[in-house]
Structure formats: structure tokens, C-alpha cells
């Protein structure tokens, strides 16, 4: 049987076990979300031995190089020797600047570093609060603010958002691997009409890049859809309508469960250069693709970050 050791400790295990469940199992606590490979969090580094990975294209040449690898994807397969990824050595230190409630239930986190972090629209962040950490996506813009913002969905109870409703004005926070994800802004894009549907806080890293697009100039037609498990959750309304009173290309719509039966039969094309971008839970990323791709949007004019729940 393999063996697995990290640090002092060491024991055996089967062959093909998943690491993390190993890791975790007994008693090395490594944090997770999604177990899909899409959010970072369980991030380890293979000092000795080398896993079976199911998702070697989640990393980049660079991390494979230097051992890392998302311990929910990999099965130990002979002697391992794992690093486990500690904030408070391998993260980078920030500080809260600002936290306060967008809505009843989304909490608005701004952090700022020592160093700047170079990042685009559209990437997400894992964020470490203490030993728990959760990838949240970046709602802001690089070349436009000094911080770091993050919209949490905190309707449910978890241990990051539990964490962090508790943080206060000057408190660290340790930041971990930065991604980017199938969100962005191509200035390429600059004349074709662009799709921006967004369910919950999957509107946060749509509306960075919304205001990357309007950075540019973005000369075509910008949709913007915002559906929200009520309406005293559209809680970026204000600030959206007030980018659209100003611009003639730019349209935002809010739509609510009650109504998205028949928001989503309306929904038309008007033209077949049309992009569009999606973010938020499987669900309504499935039914904002599969109603696009009823209406005619090609297969590969339609970027989706779905936010996966913790498994």
C-alpha cells in the first residue's frame, strides 16, 4: 500500500485513494468548494511521488512544474510526500478596507495589498480567512480601483461567509491562487453586441467586466441581465441603471423566478455576432445556454463560470 506523508506524520492508504479525502481523513485539514477542480481551494504540492490526476490542464506548466495539484483530482498511486498550502507562508497578506451589505443578504468584501495584484475582469480570487478558504470571483477593476472587491452570497450559513460576516475595518486576510476562468473582456469584441446574464453574485465578476467593456469604449449593444431569487436582491440596481441612463448601447433588465418562464421565451437574438457571457449556480446558467442556443447564438459565442456548490 502507498504511503502518505505530510510533514512529520505518515500512514498508509489504498491504492487509488483520493488524496483530499486522504488528507482530510486523517486529520490534515485541506480545504474545498467545488471537488470539480474548477475553485483551487485544495490546493497541494507534491514534494516526492507524483498522483494520477484526472485534470492535469487545471494548472498551469509552471505549478505542475513546481508540484502543485488540486488534491480532489488526484488518487494516490505510490509513496507520496505532500506540502499542504499554508496562507500564512505561501498567501499573500491583505487587509480589510471596507465590508458592508449590498442587500439582505450579499456582503461586499474590499481588500487592499502591500504589493498591487495583477488580475483582469472576469478572474477569481481563493480567499483565506484563517484556515478556511473560498473562491470568490473579482468584481473590481484593476486599472480603476485600489482594492480588491468581492460580493458574498451569504443566504446560507458556511464557514467563509460565517468568517466573514465577523470581519472588521484593519483585520487580515490571506489571498491565495488568483484564476481566470472562461470570463473576460476581448477588445476585439468593440462592435459586436455583447450579453452579459448573471444570476445571484454571478453578477460580480460580470460587472467588472461590464465596466472594462465601458473602459474601452465598447461601441456595440451591451444587455445586461441580473436575476435574483427576489427583487430587493438586484442589489447592484442603482449603480447599473445609473451606468445606462447614461449610454445609449447599454441596457440592464431585472428579472425574478416568478417572471423568467417568460422573460426567457422572449429572449431574441438580433444578431448572430452576439456574445455572451454567463455566470452563477448550474442551474441558471442551463437555462440562460440552452435558451440562447434555442434562439440561435452559436455554441462558441457563449463564455459560462458557473458557480459550483460546495460538494
Same mark, same amino acid.
Given at each position: 500500500m502507498p504511503e502518505l506523508r505530510v510533514g512529520e506524520r505518515h500512514?498508509?492508504?489504498?491504492?487509488? %485513494?483520493? !488524496?483530499?479525502?486522504?488528507?482530510?481523513?486523517?486529520g490534515v485539514a485541506v480545504p474545498y468548494s467545488c471537488r470539480a477542480g474548477s475553485c483551487h481551494a485544495c490546493l497541494v504540492q507534491c514534494v516526492q511521488g507524483v498522483p494520477s490526476d484526472n485534470r492535469p490542464d487545471a494548472l498551469s506548466a509552471?505549478? @505542475?512544474?513546481?508540484?502543485?495539484?488540486? #488534491?480532489?483530482?488526484?488518487?494516490v498511486v505510490e509513496d507520496l510526500q505532500v506540502h499542504t498550502f499554508d496562507p500564512q507562508v505561501d498567501g @499573500?497578506?491583505?487587509?480589510?478596507?471596507?465590508?458592508?451589505?449590498?442587500?439582505?443578504?450579499?456582503?461586499?468584501?474590499?481588500?487592499?495589498?502591500?504589493r498591487p495584484l495583477r488580475y483582469s475582469a472576469g478572474q477569481h480570487l481563493v480567499l483565506w480567512a484563517g484556515n478556511v478558504a473560498r473562491p470568490y470571483s473579482l468584481a473590481s477593476l484593476p486599472e480603476e480601483d485600489r482594492f480588491l472587491e468581492f460580493h458574498l452570497d451569504c443566504r446560507q450559513p458556511g464557514a467563509f461567509s460565517? #468568517?466573514? $460576516?465577523?470581519?472588521?475595518?484593519?483585520?487580515?486576510?490571506?489571498?491565495?491562487e488568483l484564476r481566470g476562468g472562461a470570463l473576460h473582456y476581448d477588445?476585439?469584441?468593440?462592435? $459586436?453586441?455583447?450579453? /452579459?446574464?448573471a444570476a445571484g453574485t454571478g453578477l460580480a465578476p460580470l460587472f467588472g467586466v461590464l465596466r472594462e467593456a465601458l473602459r474601452q469604449d465598447h461601441q456595440g449593444a451591451i444587455r445586461v441581465i441580473h436575476l435574483a431569487h427576489e427583487a430587493s436582491e438586484?442589489?447592484?440596481?442603482?449603480?447599473?441603471?445609473?451606468m445606462a441612463d447614461g449610454r445609449?448601447? &447599454? %441596457?440592464v433588465e431585472f428579472w425574478?423566478?416568478?417572471?423568467?418562464?417568460?422573460?426567457? #421565451?422572449? !429572449? @431574441?437574438?438580433? %444578431?448572430?455576432?452576439?456574445?455572451?457571457?454567463?455566470?452563477?449556480?448550474?442551474?441558471?446558467?442551463?437555462?440562460?445556454?440552452?435558451?440562447?442556443? &434555442?434562439?440561435? &447564438?452559436?455554441?462558441?459565442?457563449? /463564455?459560462?463560470?458557473?458557480?459550483?456548490?460546495?460538494?
Amino acid at each position: 500500500m502507498p504511503e502518505l506523508r505530510v510533514g512529520e506524520r505518515h500512514w498508509s492508504v489504498a491504492p487509488g %485513494s483520493n !488524496l483530499l479525502d486522504a488528507l482530510n481523513q486523517n486529520g490534515v485539514a485541506v480545504p474545498y468548494s467545488c471537488r470539480a477542480g474548477s475553485c483551487h481551494a485544495c490546493l497541494v504540492q507534491c514534494v516526492q511521488g507524483v498522483p494520477s490526476d484526472n485534470r492535469p490542464d487545471a494548472l498551469s506548466a509552471e505549478q @505542475r512544474q513546481q508540484g502543485w495539484r488540486l #488534491a480532489c483530482q488526484c488518487q494516490v498511486v505510490e509513496d507520496l510526500q505532500v506540502h499542504t498550502f499554508d496562507p500564512q507562508v505561501d498567501g @499573500r497578506p491583505a487587509e480589510v478596507v471596507a465590508v458592508d451589505w449590498l442587500s439582505a443578504s450579499v456582503l461586499r468584501l474590499r481588500l487592499t495589498t502591500e504589493r498591487p495584484l495583477r488580475y483582469s475582469a472576469g478572474q477569481h480570487l481563493v480567499l483565506w480567512a484563517g484556515n478556511v478558504a473560498r473562491p470568490y470571483s473579482l468584481a473590481s477593476l484593476p486599472e480603476e480601483d485600489r482594492f480588491l472587491e468581492f460580493h458574498l452570497d451569504c443566504r446560507q450559513p458556511g464557514a467563509f461567509s460565517d #468568517a466573514a $460576516r465577523q470581519l472588521k475595518i484593519g483585520d487580515p486576510i490571506r489571498l491565495g491562487e488568483l484564476r481566470g476562468g472562461a470570463l473576460h473582456y476581448d477588445p476585439d469584441w468593440h462592435t $459586436r453586441p455583447l450579453w /452579459l446574464l448573471a444570476a445571484g453574485t454571478g453578477l460580480a465578476p460580470l460587472f467588472g467586466v461590464l465596466r472594462e467593456a465601458l473602459r474601452q469604449d465598447h461601441q456595440g449593444a451591451i444587455r445586461v441581465i441580473h436575476l435574483a431569487h427576489e427583487a430587493s436582491e438586484h442589489y447592484l440596481a442603482k449603480p447599473l441603471q445609473a451606468m445606462a441612463d447614461g449610454r445609449s448601447n &447599454l %441596457s440592464v433588465e431585472f428579472w425574478t423566478p416568478a417572471g423568467l418562464p417568460q422573460a426567457l #421565451a422572449q !429572449l @431574441r437574438l438580433v %444578431s448572430r455576432q452576439t456574445l455572451a457571457l454567463v455566470c452563477g449556480a448550474p442551474d441558471s446558467v442551463d437555462a440562460f445556454a440552452r435558451r440562447l442556443y &434555442l434562439a440561435g &447564438l452559436p455554441r462558441n459565442q457563449l /463564455l459560462a463560470d458557473v458557480f459550483v456548490p460546495r460538494g
